[in-house]
């Protein structure tokens, strides 16, 4: 039985009020404008949000992971855009504070805490599931490292301060790519934001490109040693980027679960309420069904996280689980609608929009599953 301890259910209270306040009157607008709503990040690091699992001494809350699912979900609930770009500004986080140097995490890590965005770039026009085909080329240079190349779908990519980027730096004794990270403040020379996509769902998160163009940084900017680079990027997008992703489609989830429940009692059809009807009191059972196995699996891998436990596959599974639930989810709320599940006046469709947009995001369901089946076959 997943139970959460009263500071939790406290933290969860304090989140959704928040959210209630701030956040769910403004979604409808921030999705119809496809903005990124910058100033709300400012009020999300006041209250703490924005380092909920960094230590207090780097300026964080000093809580866990199963605390960042309950932010992460509370947000999601009302807007998955939000909330997938925290789990991008989280990456960023997450990597310099598992990686980064005692000076590093010194110097970035409060700034993150405190209002500046982070995030994890990776992905190439080339193919964001293939990490070694990355080509963005880190040469040092004179002591120095000067990075060129163009990374896509980076999430923050617009108002991003600290950026933790992969870039090629030569190759290992086995000819293989050597592919090293970095730590780039967003206002480097070179260092600039590109194309920025329009994306079907999951509006409120910038996500566009990174080009670097002669990016010169000290040999401090390096994130662990050389080669690290996989290490340090699939491992922020195993251990926290999946972990994060299920948790704000689990909001999407239980947005979908709620908005049925709410429809079918207001929605008066042959003289009186839509629940009434057998087929509708199934959808809503399939989505209570649905959303207590998504927060089960989510919670259950935030938790094994928080125990210091090995949970890669746990974290595939949940991620791979609520982001295909939440797709499900959300057409099946639709079709409890009627015509009106379509009208952008209700928010459902948006809910398809974003949970179609969340596959992708910290690696598509197919990889998910290849992770998911590797881990079963190395038994
Ligand atoms: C909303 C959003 C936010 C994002 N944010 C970030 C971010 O902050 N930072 C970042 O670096 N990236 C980010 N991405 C990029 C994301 O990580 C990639 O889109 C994802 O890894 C897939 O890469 P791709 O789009 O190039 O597809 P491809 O890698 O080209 O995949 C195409 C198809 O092939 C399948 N496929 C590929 N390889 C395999 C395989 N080995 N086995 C089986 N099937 C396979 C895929 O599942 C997919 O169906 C974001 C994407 C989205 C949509």
Known sequence: MLR????QVL?????RDFVEQEIAPMAHK??????CPVELFQKTAQLGFNGVFVPAEYGGAGLGYTEMAIVLEEIGRHSAGLAVGLVAHYMGVYAIMTWGSDEQKQKYLPLL????????SITEPGGGSDFAGQKTIGQPVGGEWILNGR?????????MGVNVLTARTGEDDKGRPQISAFIIEGDTPGHKPGRKEKKAGLRGS???EIILDNVRLPQENLLGKPGDGAKIGLGTL??????GTAAAALG??????EESVKYAKERIIYGKPLAKLTNIQFLIAQNRTDYEAARLLTYNAAGMKDAGKPCASELSIAKYFVVETAVKAAKRTMDLMGGYGVISDYPVNRYLRDAVAAIPACGTSHIMQVIIAGGELRK
Do not use: A, P, Q, W
């Open 4 to 7: 959460h301890s009263e500071n």
């Open 11 to 15: 933290l969860r209270k304090v989140v």
């Open 30 to 35: 921030i999705d119809e404008e496809d903005t």
């Open 113 to 120: 805490c405190s209002g500046s965005f982070g995030g994890l």
């Open 151 to 159: 990374k896509c779908f980076i999430t923050n990519s617009h108002c």
């Open 206 to 208: 910038y996500t566009g």
């Open 238 to 243: 195993g251990e926290m980027g999946r972990g």
């Open 252 to 257: 999407i989830v239980r947005g979908c679960l």
